[in-house]
């Protein structure tokens, strides 16, 4: 941690009238029970207060908030025959990133310690959790109001929120940062001064405030805009997209293009997928419904599903990004985390995101569909360049999509034929009608005197209980999703 912003932060503290909840000075007392205690009290008053951080200083005079210089070791300090670090860490449930640093203040030795506020659930000292009232340290359990308040704003840990880069002068805020990105994609003037700029990138938590007039660059902020994700730690350098080609069917085959991604997903998409579609292989007819050259998977679905996995992927997985493989007879995308939505009610069910803030400001800037319509557009260009039906995989740590290249109706596999008259069913459903015969064989290429080829699809469908007559006393009014 850098000991001038650790400097600029101690004035700060200093500097407010009085102790807070979320605030304490201490000159030595170094009692490892009252630092357990102030952890468990400080960290969830932090949180009903809506700070980020809570901290304890040693060598600070309480009333005046002199430096007075501490002698408290937090190194050498030990509690039951371990370090103090080490015993509080094992005495706090859950155990929390609490930080103890030695700053070497002009006015004196000064020791801090950062204290995350509560996320999921109250900490606790010991089992039991403490709140700071005053400058007291009750248990929490004794004060229901304050309890349930602290409940209520306690929110599941949102990535987007965590800082991918502190105490960030203007300058390197503007050289770590596409802003002028930002701008254009979100369709706002450019500001003809700094101040314009920054309160525009803060309205959207891209940057957040730090002390002595620095600012930290959100990991929203970094993952989005990023001039070069290498600026920033290794873990969200290798969230950067990564597209490998390949000169056959399977990983074995000789790999002719490579693209690891460098810029940030806002900055870099549309780079990206025309990078990828330009290397799509072409094909001159596909089906009766194209009469002209046409790349062998349909841009619009490759877009989608590449933006779908830079949203929708588990940022918290680490060393692992979004990936898209391009074999010779399909495309593969995949990105880190399960889905939240079952694989099978992907397309009709409004997605799910880890990351909302990240996917509410990419529909925003039109780098993916409006919330809920992106994947019934892929299978209707599955459909219109009349390909097998897209894989949904749902692995233990990752989702993946599979894109097929061509190829007709007697080569799909059994598996494929169920699955595309499960997926035409859901887009007749999702567009008011109802899947039939003859609206099936449209979609698979089957020729009408073959009709019975349909039937017995549909037939393999019901009985995999994925589709169902929409109306038993009339068996000819068609077919309908299982879930409709």
Not at 202 to 218: P, Y
Not at 445 to 473: F, H, Y
């Amino acid at each position: 941690m850098n000991e001038t912003r650790d400097i600029a932060l101690i004035d700060e503290l200093r500097a407010l009238p009085a102790e807070t909840p979320w605030l304490e000075f201490k000159g030595n007392n170094s009692d490892p029970e009252m630092i357990g205690k102030r952890c468990s009290a400080l960290s969830n008053a932090a949180r009903v207060e809506g700070r980020d951080c809570a901290y304890m200083l040693w060598g600070i005079e309480d009333g005046s908030h002199a430096v007075i210089g501490a002698d408290f070791n937090p190194d050498t300090k030990k509690m039951g025959g371990q370090v103090l670090p080490l015993w509080l860490a094992n005495s706090l449930q859950p155990s929390i990133a609490f930080g103890f640093r030695v700053v070497g203040h002009p006015q004196g030795r000064v020791v801090l310690l950062e204290i995350p506020a509560a996320t999921g659930t109250p900490v606790a000292f010991n089992g039991v959790p403490y709140i700071r009232i005053g400058s007291a340290t009750p248990k929490l359990t004794d004060y229901p109001q304050r309890y349930q308040q602290l409940i209520e704003r306690l929110l599941p840990y949102r990535w987007e929120q965590g800082m991918a880069k502190q105490y960030a002068s203007g300058d390197e805020v503007l050289a770590l940062l596409d802003y002028s990105h930002y701008f254009r994609l979100t369709k706002q003037p450019l500001p003809d001064n700094r101040t314009g700029i920054f309160d525009k990138l803060e309205a959207d938590r891209l940057i957040v405030r730090d002390v002595g007039g620095r600012w930290n660059i959100t990991h929203l902020g970094a993952i989005l805009f990023a001039t070069r994700l290498g600026d920033f730690d290794a873990g969200l350098a290798r969230k950067a997209a990564r597209f490998i080609a390949y000169d056959g069917k399977s990983r074995a085959a000789t790999v002719t293009h490579r693209h690891d991604g460098q810029k940030g997903y806002a900055v870099g998409f549309e780079g990206l997928v025309d990078y990828i579609n330009g290397l799509l292989p072409k094909n001159e007819h596909i089906g009766s419904a194209l009469r002209k050259a046409h790349a062998l998977f349909p841009e619009l679905a490759i877009r989608e599903l590449v933006a779908n996995a830079l949203i929708h992927q588990d940022m918290t997985v680490t060393g692992a990004g979004p990936q898209i493989e391009l074999f010779s007879d399909r495309i593969e995308i995949s990105n880190p985390g399960a889905p939240l939505v079952k694989a099978d009610r992907m397309i009709d069910l409004p997605p799910r995101s880890r990351n909302e803030a990240l996917a509410s400001l990419m529909r925003r800037m039109g780098i993916c569909e409006e919330q809920g319509s992106g994947l019934d557009k892929v299978l209707e260009q599955v459909e219109l360049f009349q390909l097998p039906p897209p894989l949904f995989r749902a692995e233990e740590n990752s989702t993946q999509v599979v894109l097929y290249g061509p190829r007709g109706f007697a080569a799909m596999t059994p598996e494929e034929r169920v699955r595309a008259c499960y997926f035409h069913a859901v887009l007749r459903f999702l567009s008011g009608d109802k899947m039939k015969n003859a609206s099936l064989c449209t979609r698979l290429g089957i020729a009408p005197k073959n009709a019975a080829q349909a039937t017995a699809v549909i037939n393999k469908t019901l009985e995999a209980k994925l589709i169902r007559v929409s109306d038993p006393d009339h068996p000819r009014a068609g077919y309908v999703p299982h879930w409709a």
